[in-house]
């Protein structure tokens, strides 16, 4: 179960708040995966972040009651002045899983080869992002979340990225951002649409589609 109790997320933009969300309440259970829709710039990515933990509420809370991944493809998170070798051990003490196995997992799926061993500042944003991915999927999680990225890199990375998840997904749910209805249809049960500052959820992912389509209108 993840909950938002009266969450409030505003920045300041030259000077001036900007408000992305406003007092939402909603509640996400644990055995349905979610589709996150919304127009360009109502929040989605910013919901994302807020669900993974990579930022805070500016007001309200947040209740997590089951395993959440980051965004899968973001790099973000690493330290850009530690290596690659260095960021996953971290990461995977962080989780308490073992380092050598979550290491071991990564090395053969993200193939960087001898830059394991160099600084993640080194690398260029397809590497960093296989890095990403690849612990995302070495760890396990309840829940991943996705923002518009299924899979990286080129045809048979991205092809290996589609079973791997598709693997995770059958002891997995997922929050999907996206603007393609098909995709929503083919891996959520339900949707929450942004507008205004609100979330509302719907329980058939069809009626979601339905009202995102009129935003757009």
């Known amino acids: 179960m993840i909950r938002f109790e009266n969450v409030s997320k505003f920045y300041s933009v030259y000077g001036k708040r900007r408000v992305i969300l406003d007092r939402v309440n909603f509640t996400l259970r644990p055995d349905v995966s979610y589709g996150i829709m919304g127009i360009n710039g109502a929040g989605k990515s910013t919901t994302l972040r807020l669900l993974a933990g ?6 309200g809370r947040i209740t997590r009651r089951q395993r959440v991944s980051w965004p899968i493809g973001f790099a973000g998170g690493f330290n850009p002045k530690m290596t690659g070798r260095d960021n996953v051990i971290f990461v995977s003490r962080i989780y308490g899983e073992d380092p050598r196995k979550v290491l071991e997992f990564v090395e053969d799926f993200a193939e960087l080869g001898n830059y394991i061993n160099m600084p993640t500042s080194t690398y260029s944003s397809g590497m960093g992002a296989r890095l990403a991915f690849g612990v995302s999927m070495a760890i396990p999680f309840d829940t991943y979340l996705i923002d518009e990225i299924l899979a990286v890199g080129d045809a048979r990375m991205q092809k290996r990225c589609k079973e791997l998840f598709a693997k995770r997904r059958e002891t ?5 951002i996206s603007h393609s209805a098909e995709q929503i249809r083919t891996y959520c049960s339900q949707a929450v649409i942004l507008v205004n500052g609100q979330a509302v959820v719907y329980d058939k992912v069809d009626e979601a589609i339905s009202a995102y389509r009129r935003l757009n209108g």
């Open 172 to 176: 997995a749910n997922v929050i999907l």
């Open 54 to 59: 990579v930022e805070e509420p500016s007001r």
